[in-house]
Structures are given as C-alpha cells and as structure tokens.
C-alpha cells in the first residue's frame, strides 16, 4: 500500500486544524495506517491541493477542491464523528 | 492549566439581553484587552478571519462558536474569553458558511502556537462534546457561578 500523503486543513492553519491533526494522528496509529501527514490553512493551498491523496479541513473550501475534500467538524463536536473516521479510513486504504 | 485558569473570573460576560455578533465579540475582546492578554488589534484579524472563516458549530442543544486568528503578535498571555448569550447569537456555521447558526456560548480564543495551547483546545473541544457540561454552564446565575462550574467540570476522558 502506498503512504497517502494527507493535509489538514483550517481557516488559519492554527486551532482547528490543530485538534484535528491530533485526532487523526491518534486514529491513524490505533488503525495502524501510514500516512504523511500535514498541516496547513486553506488559503495556502489553493494551488497545491494537487500534491495531495486527501485533504481533511474544517473549513468550506473552493469547489476545485471538494472531490478530495473530507469536512473535518464532526471530529471537533463529536456529532457524527465516527462516518468521519470511516471515509477516512476508507479513502486511505484505496 | 485548567480552562478555568485559562478563562478566569474577568474574561465571562453574561448576556441577558438580545445582541448581534459584533457587539458580543466586542464585549469579549475588550475584557482581554483589560486583562493585557491581548492588544486591540487581535479583534480585528479575528473580525475578519470570522467573515472569512466562520466558526460556529452545531454541538446540540447549546450551540457553541469559537472565534479566533492567528496570534501573530498581538497574543500577550493565552487566554480565553466566555460569553453566555442566553437569547442566542447568530455566527455563521463553521461547515457551511451559507447557515446561520443560533449559539449560546461564545468561546474567544486568544492562543499560542504550541503544545500547551493544543491542551486547552482540546479541554474545550472535549467540554462542547458533552451537552450536561454546556446545560450547567447556561444554568450558572452570574459571572462567579459561571467560572465556579468551569472549575468543577469532570475532566471528560481523553475522546478519540
């Protein structure tokens, strides 16, 4: 299996993406998957989103991006976590 | 540090009274203003990273927003601000920036860059996934019982 190169991301690249990054860290561990992690806040990435195989964000972002989006909320308010962490589970075992 | 340490008695605002976003961040910005944990124009980049950037998110039957930027240099001493807004407040959805969302707490984050901020934002993640917490909060009469129930708060276990 390749490593998925996967990037967090936040309005401002600061606290949301901060917690996120923490919990995927943890999941990834606990389901024992490899993948490169990185973090950042959309406006950097506008251009690069191409280097990515997933991008986990907490914001809205522009419709170029969506097909390799996956919103990241309900990992900070719990609701409807777990089909999070299924998709992402999913989408780094393709 | 707790987030009630991080909060303190001089950064909650109760507002009783019907008001729009502007004036309550307003009122949260100025008390960290006050307290030196920030200067003035930190609430401006978070004015404008919240018309870019929203942050309100639905938690349940309190709803919750979470306003906040980039410290730069403008973060003095980490420090949160609390408002309880007991008719609601409308923030704009963290999800999908088209949807308002009425939120009744309003957590200003004043952070750093680094581990221990990653400790308090976790404790307030953790804090806004459990709704009995946020029912006490609102419950609380007064700025004093608000920061009392802050302090006593059961340390939610550690949720992946």
């Known amino acids: ?94 | 540090m707790s987030l009630s340490e991080y909060i303190g008695k001089d950064h909650i605002r109760i507002f009783e009274e019907a008001v729009d976003q502007a004036e309550v961040l307003h009122q949260l910005g100025d008390m960290l203003v006050q307290t030196g944990a920030i200067s003035i124009e930190y609430m401006e980049s978070v004015r404008k990273r919240e018309q870019a950037f929203p942050t309100g998110l639905y938690t349940g039957e309190v709803n919750v927003a979470i306003p906040h930027a980039d410290p730069e240099n403008y973060v003095k001493q980490p420090a949160i601000a609390l408002g309880v807004v007991r008719k609601g407040v409308a923030f704009r959805n963290m999800a999908d920036p088209t949807d308002d969302i009425s939120v009744q707490l309003v957590f200003l984050l004043a952070p750093e860059r680094g581990e221990t901020q990653l400790v308090i934002l976790e404790q307030i993640m953790n804090l806004i996934q459990d709704q009995a917490n946020m029912r006490q909060i609102m419950d609380a009469q007064g700025t004093e019982d608000v920061w009392n129930v802050l302090g006593q708060l059961v340390q939610v276990e550690e949720k992946l």
């Open chain 1, 1 to 94: 299996m390749n490593k998925k190169k996967v990037l967090v991301i936040c309005g401002t690249g600061v606290a949301t993406s901060t917690i996120v990054m923490q919990k995927l860290k943890a999941f990834l561990r606990d389901k024992s998957i490899e993948a490169t992690l990185e973090q950042s806040k959309v406006s950097d990435v506008l251009n690069k989103a191409g280097q990515y195989d997933l991008i986990i964000s907490t914001t809205a972002v522009p419709p170029s991006m969506v097909d390799k989006v996956i919103n990241a909320v309900p990992l900070l308010t719990g609701i409807g976590k777990e089909q999070v962490y299924d998709e992402i589970e999913a989408r780094l075992k393709m």
